[in-house]
């Protein structure tokens, strides 16, 4: 079965640093493009960034280019995304996902900024 199961999300001041992780297993996960969404309260989903298979190449939205950062460990099988810089509005649950494969239960992880 796969899963992917998000960690590492928590309550931080604007300006402060979170960096979430994403544990995957159940499929062979050096092989996927692997991405990072987001849902604020009362809005859709929001694709945040992904990355390549083997990790050379990353793209971001424009909300979060230059403050986020997205990686993986394919040893580990795990993604990562550093947040740097945080804003209110990246109050969000965040959840990864594997590039072009939908149907994954995952619980995501609450990130809340705020003073």
């Known amino acids: 079965e796969v899963q992917l199961v998000e960690s590492g999300g928590g309550l931080v001041q604007p300006g402060g640093s979170l960096r979430l992780s994403c544990a995957a297993s159940?499929?062979?996960?050096?092989?996927?493009?692997m991405n990072w969404v987001r849902q604020a309260p009362g809005e859709g989903l929001e694709w945040v960034s992904a990355?390549?298979?083997?990790?050379?190449?990353?793209s971001y939205a424009d909300s979060v280019k230059g403050r986020f950062t997205i990686s993986r460990d394919n040893a580990k099988n795990t993604l990562y995304l550093q947040m740097n810089s945080l804003k209110p509005e990246d109050t969000a649950v965040y959840y990864c996902?594997?590039?072009?494969?939908?149907?994954?239960r995952r619980q995501g992880t609450q990130v809340t900024v705020s003073s």
């Open positions: 990355i390549t298979a083997g990790g050379a190449t990353t």
């Open positions: 996902g594997i590039a072009g494969i939908t149907g994954v």
């Open positions: 159940g499929f062979t996960f050096s092989t996927y493009a």
